[in-house]
């Protein structure tokens, strides 16, 4: 069934998405929210890998992509203490 039938689970899925953090490269270490539009834009010409982090990435390309970065901000989670 599409994402638009399960409002709560498209919800999730866009929170886990801006709160993930990037796991590799220069960036590693950001949520995924923060990473620069640039790097995004790299990704998409290139290729998002083929997993969820890459779903994840491709769903923030489009975020930044229609400026609705500032909107999802307030969405942020506390950064963890390790």
């Known amino acids: 069934m599409p994402l638009e039938e399960h409002p709560q689970k498209s919800q999730q899925e866009l929170i886990d ?8 490269g220069k960036y590693q270490g950001r949520r995924l929210l923060e990473l620069p539009e640039p790097y995004l834009v ?19 390309y489009e975020v930044k ?15 963890q203490a390790k």
Do not use: T
């Open 17 to 24: 998405a801006i709160n993930q953090v990037m796991p590799f």
């Open 42 to 60: 790299w990704f998409h010409k290139e290729g998002f890998p083929k997993n969820k982090l890459g779903r994840q990435l491709a769903l923030i």
């Open 65 to 79: 992509l229609n400026g609705l970065e500032g909107m999802l901000k307030p969405l942020l989670k506390a950064k």
